[in-house]
């Protein structure tokens, strides 16, 4: 997965200060700086719980009227950046359950990689490794970055459970570290890694399908 660094203000409580000065004083300035560095990032996170993008632009105005209204009762135990982005995630799961849009609990549970595919856990050296490794992509750089593949794995990461989407997306698209995304979802480490693992696997086996498919045609 590509993963881009966070830019803008947003790189720890001290560089929060005077933006929050701003914010509170009702600088327009302040309130441009905010929108213009995190807005993007808002958006697709939005984009892992919603159908369209004009739903997930509805999420982010509902956002921005709550962190706006909520500013003085921020308590500045986490970064500005995170519960931006903690206000985005709770506003995207309320829309996604009034569209019905709630994933069963069940397909959390289900198994991302064929059991097959790995060793017994008595294997004397290896209990649970790869019994063979996974298929290795020979196509060239280039195939990786056309449009099909991109396509194929934009779908992929839509057609995830929405748990894993989300932290997919803070972890691999928006860069975020395990530690800030864990507050932000409010997870636990092991949860969050465990979303991860499955999120990466879901989307590389729709790769590796892919990719098989246009090795033999």
Same mark, same amino acid.
């Given at each position: 997965m590509h993963s881009s660094k966070p830019s803008g203000p947003f790189h720890g409580h001290g560089d929060d200060d005077a933006l929050i000065r701003g914010l509170q004083k009702g600088d327009e300035r302040a309130f441009n700086e905010l929108v213009e560095s995190c807005s993007?990032?808002?958006? *697709?996170?939005?984009?892992?719980?919603?159908?369209?993008?004009? @739903?997930?632009?509805? $999420? =982010?105005?509902? #956002?921005?009227?709550?962190?706006?209204?909520?500013?003085? *009762?921020?308590?500045?135990?986490?970064?500005?950046?995170?519960? @931006?982005?903690?206000? $985005? =995630?709770?506003? #995207?799961?309320?829309?996604a359950r009034r569209e019905r849009r709630a994933v069963p609990l069940s397909s959390e549970s289900e198994p991302v990689v064929d059991p097959a595919r790995f060793l017994p856990p008595n294997h004397p050296r290896w209990p649970h490794h790869w019994a063979a490794e996974p298929t290795q992509w020979r196509t060239p750089e280039a195939e990786l970055l056309a449009g099909e593949t991109r396509k194929v794995m934009r779908e992929a990461i839509e057609a995830l459970p929405s748990a894993q989407r989300e932290v997919l997306v803070l972890?691999?698209?928006e860069g975020?570290?395990?530690?800030?995304?864990?507050?932000?979802?409010?997870l636990t480490d092991?949860?969050?890694?465990?979303?991860?693992?499955?999120?990466?696997?879901?989307?590389?086996?729709?790769?590796?399908?892919?990719?098989?498919a246009t090795e033999t045609t």
């Open positions: 993007g990032m808002m958006l *697709r996170l939005a984009l892992s719980h919603v159908e369209s993008r004009a @739903v997930a632009e509805e $999420v =982010v105005q509902d #956002a921005w009227l709550t962190v706006l209204r909520s500013l003085d *009762r921020f308590e500045r135990r986490s970064s500005l950046r995170t519960w @931006v982005l903690g206000i $985005v =995630v709770n506003c #995207a799961r309320s829309r972890r691999d698209i975020l570290p395990a530690a800030e995304v864990c507050n932000i979802l409010a092991t949860h969050q890694r465990v979303l991860l693992h499955r999120a990466r696997s879901r989307v590389r086996h729709a790769l590796e399908r892919y990719l098989a």
